[in-house]
């Protein structure tokens, strides 16, 4: 749970919320006009200052793009996964809002503000900044503030005051954390509380990151919910089948298998496009209502899996060989995630170690469980879970040093050396 201590909080209990306030001010003066602050902003201030003014957001700007129109906005609310689980953050949240001066905003992962609501009198005061339904909040909109940030940094963010970049925002504090989809890691939007600069307090932020937390069981509900509605599908078609096979949903979650031990995800299936299912061998999906139908394909068998990384290809991929080369583009950060997870081995590593290896800090848990949740949507069965790490029986060709110094940098045995 974010805390002050974390980083994530603006201020303590005990902050002169009135003095704080000057100096962030004078800060904020400080770094227009190019001298060296006195008072040091934090971390996720500095990052995001700096990337606003490479944006070129004027501090002073109050001009926005026009909103979407309404119909526009109907229709991003209906697409969002978010509004399954819209009533359980307004149970969480919108009455909070209305007792604190607050309101409640929901984005989409674009920073489109989907849903506004609250205190009335603070509405009418986000009505003049144009933070309406419909707005796009990023930072390269409109400066630095809690939703932008936080989409940004892939992070829970409060701030406060002139920690915000853009001075028509000063007056106020917010506090945002962003909704993932629990199927696959994705990103869905952010959820934040918004106020009066005075209303700032730490415990709004372990409030938000509770509803959402919330929020996100909920989603994985829902999931489950659609899983058990396809074991029923499966059940008659794995009855069919003479060999392992098994049935998933569209991202790869299993729903029900036969002949074969028990796994919770595979890759995600594709019409027409022959897959690698570790202990499975190469397969053609087959559609069933709700999902797919993975067995073996008849010229190829079970056989040996070994993973290894080719750093030389243009995109740089994983290759995992069976009875064929199956080859993966994976961006830098889950190919590090695979190096890191080679040099585990069978005792694997939990968020944690991996937020230690990757950013320093153990701060990024949130981060670093969505990238593997990502990660196993390509990967399936070949990563398992609790502890992350390379799934038993699959052979791994782990980098070698010169490719872990590529991977990594001068940090080249970001956990211990390599065998």
């Known amino acids: ?155 829970s963010v409060q701030l406060f005051s002139a920690e915000h970049f853009v001075r028509a925002q000063h007056p106020w504090t917010c506090t945002a954390s962003p909704i993932h989809d629990p199927r696959t890691g994705e990103m869905l939007g952010v959820v934040d509380l918004s106020g009066p600069a005075p209303t700032v307090h730490p415990t709004t932020v372990a409030l938000v990151h509770t509803a959402v937390r919330l929020a996100e069981t909920g989603l994985w509900a829902a999931h489950e919910t659609r899983l058990e509605s396809l074991r029923a599908v499966a059940a008659p078609v794995l009855a069919r089948q003479t060999g392992p096979a098994l049935v998933v949903d569209d991202h790869g979650w299993v729903a029900a298998a036969t002949g074969m031990a028990p796994r919770d995800r595979v890759g995600v299936p594709q019409a027409g496009e022959a897959m690698l299912v570790h202990g499975l ?84 848990l949130v981060t670093v469980r969505a990238e593997l949740s990502r990660l196993r949507r390509v990967l399936g069965g070949l990563l398992a879970a609790r502890p992350y790490r390379i799934a038993p029986g699959v052979e791994v060709v782990p980098p070698s040093p010169e490719d872990t110094v590529r991977l990594f940098g001068m940090r080249a045995t970001p956990l211990q050396p390599w065998p």
């Open 1 to 155: 749970m974010p805390h002050a201590d974390d980083g994530v909080c603006a201020v303590t209990r005990s902050t002169d919320l009135r003095q704080h306030a000057r100096l962030l001010h004078q800060a904020h003066d400080a770094r227009l006009s190019g001298s060296r602050p006195t008072t040091p902003l934090r971390r996720v201030v500095s990052r995001s200052w700096d990337r606003v003014l490479s944006y070129g957001v004027a501090p002073d700007g109050r001009s926005l793009d026009d909103p979407a129109a309404p119909e526009i906005v109907e229709q991003r609310r209906a697409a969002s996964p978010i509004a399954g689980v819209l009533p359980q953050l307004r149970a969480s949240l919108t009455a909070v809002a209305e007792d604190a001066e607050h309101i409640m905003v929901i984005t989409a992962a674009d920073g489109f503000v989907l849903w506004r609501e609250g205190a009335v009198r603070v509405g009418r005061l986000a009505d003049s900044l144009g933070f309406l339904p419909g707005a796009d909040w990023t930072e390269a909109s409109v400066g630095t503030n809690a939703i932008g940030t936080a989409l940004a940094e892939h992070a």
């Open 281 to 364: 061998g190469a397969c053609l999906p087959d559609r069933v209502p709700g999902g797919w139908l993975l067995r073996p394909s008849d010229t190829a068998g079970q056989g040996r899996t070994r993973l290894r990384l080719d750093l030389d290809a243009d995109p740089p991929a994983a290759l995992v060989e069976g009875h064929e080369v199956w080859r993966h583009t994976l961006g830098r950060r889950h190919l590090q995630i695979v190096a890191l997870l080679m040099q585990a081995g069978s005792a694997g590593l939990d968020a944690a170690a991996i937020s230690r290896a990757l950013y320093d800090d153990a701060d990024h």
